[in-house]
Nanobody, 126 residues
Framework: VQLVESGGGLVQAGGSLRLSCATSGFTFDDYAIGWFRQVPGKEREAISSIEIWSSKTYYQDSVKGRFTISSDNAKNTVYLEMNSLKPEDTAVYYC????????????????????WGQGIQVTVSS
């Protein structure tokens, strides 16, 4: 199983980035994919998730209206479009995969999440 994030980098406040999570090694349609972020000294937090077969989505309140999650089932890839970025969005972003959507919406112990990517840095300058 592989999850590979791409698309991170440095952007000015108010700008946009699109993160990609390319997956392989499991049946994409049977899973939910989530995006998490973590800053030093803080716990990893769920920011957005999508249940692939139903397209059901979750957004953390702090990103609602600014971030959009989507999937390309033909490419087994999930995207996170991030607009109106703020300095407080600066973090390492991780994608994760789990058969259970509720595992990726900020409840439960993250140690039970099936698969993680390696993480990618997003830095928003003020």
């Amino acid at each position: 199983v592989q999850l590979v994030e791409s698309g991170g980098g440095l952007v000015q406040a108010g700008g946009s980035l699109r993160l990609s999570c390319a997956t392989s090694g499991f049946t994409f349609d049977d899973y939910a994919i989530g995006w998490f972020r973590q800053v030093p000294g803080k716990e990893r937090e769920a920011i957005s998730s999508i249940e692939i077969w139903s397209s059901k989505t979750y957004y953390q309140d702090s990103v609602k209206g600014r971030f959009t999650i989507s999937s390309d089932n033909a490419k087994n890839t999930v995207y996170l479009e991030m607009n109106s970025l703020k300095p407080e969005d600066t973090a390492v972003y991780y994608c994760a995969a789990d058969p259970e959507f509720l595992s990726l919406v900020g409840i439960g112990d993250l140690k039970y999440v099936n698969h993680w990517g390696q993480g990618i840095q997003v830095t928003v300058s003020s």
